[in-house]
């Protein structure tokens, strides 16, 4: 469980902790990229980096880190993840998919081709790909690392929206990249574990972590 310590408590609802009432694990998520009501044919989306204690992987971010991203590993694993943080296994079969354990019927799981759809009860729809994928006007942009794909740019049309640098001990995501409004976010990992977030506030305020 990491210990949080900053000066940064009045950036109003950029973190978020809990501890999970049902496994007693804790979670929290950073919020950090937001569609901006000038861009009009983009649709609604919100980036947040979230920490999962059950998840061992590092894709960059740091161990047990991850965005909220949805994919599915139509391997041997068959595990689908949601943009909401929810995971499902998917039994696949000639008829179809079936999100096992799925109590509340709040989203669809359809094989498209040879792509994935995810139909939300909200009329939202992803579209899971292995290559980058159109979503109205707006393209997520994703990049290779040890086989493990990673988010790297979002655009809409020719105009940047968020861009993610990687490299060993740094991650330098931007908002609003090449631009006169460019405010970058910085994470620093040591030892495959997030240890800081800068803030892109004057005074460089920020959030560090504690294994």
Known sequence: MPRIHSQAYNFEGFVQREVDPGTSQYTCSISLYKTPASVRNCPAFNLTLSYNPLNNKDIGLGEGWALNLPSYEHGKSGTLLLS???????????????????????????????????????????????????????????????????????????????????????????????????????????????????????????WKFEF
């Open 84 to 206: 909401s943080g929810e995971y499902y296994k998917v039994e696949e079969t000639p008829n179809g998919l079936t999100a096992k354990d799925q109590k509340l019927k709040n989203f669809h799981f359809k094989k498209r081709g040879s792509d994935y759809q995810v139909t939300y009860k909200t009329g939202q729809i992803e579209i899971l790909s292995n290559r980058g994928k159109a979503s109205d006007s707006a393209v997520l942009t994703k990049t290779n690392s040890d086989n493990q794909p990673r988010l790297s740019k979002i655009q809409e049309d020719s105009q940047g929206l968020l861009e993610i640098t990687y490299s060993e001990h740094e991650v330098r995501i931007a908002r609003a990249p090449n631009t006169s409004e460019e405010t970058p976010f910085i994470l620093t990992r040591r030892n495959d574990r997030l240890v800081e977030v800068l803030l892109p506030t004057e005074d460089k305020l920020s």
